[in-house]
């Protein structure tokens, strides 16, 4: 289990663009927010996502630079880059599942054919730019995410008020 205050793994991905990032490369102003999604056989996590485009702007303006992330292969990456509304956000695939371990996330055998063998369920991770965790939300199944609206207050109190990472004993 990973804990607030502590560093993450390193993370390193291919994007949909063509591209490649780097954890350690991360340079925010306040944060870097990875949210690990479960991939294109999943509706929830669409919706999920184009909400976070929609807010994408707000995080930004916060100071926070922002990932998605799948278990993907690459042509299942694309195909969900070209087909939900989520264009501004740079998209990573190919996570082992070895790595979603890593970062504590649960793993779920596919149960039809439009899913894969097996994938990561949702995790969300805000990473401080010292790559120490400052919290995390992380499920095992795709509902009752953290809401992005949510996630943006809570940045917005700990900035004012200098809130400590909290949960690391």
Known sequence: MLKPRKKVPNLT?????????????????????LIFYRGLHCPICKSYLEDLKSKLDEFIDRGINVIAISGDSEERAKKTGEKWNIDAIPVGYNLSMDTAKEWGLYISAGISDKEPDEFSEPGLFL????GKLYFSAVQTMPF??????????????IEK????ARGEQ
């Open 127 to 130: 990473v401080e730019p010292d």
């Open 144 to 157: 009752a995410r953290p809401n992005f609206e949510d996630v943006l207050k809570a940045v917005d109190f």
């Open 161 to 164: 008020e200098d809130y400590p």
């Open 13 to 33: 991905l291919d994007l949909i663009n063509d591209t490649h990032w780097k954890l350690l490369d991360q340079t925010p102003d306040k944060y870097t927010l």
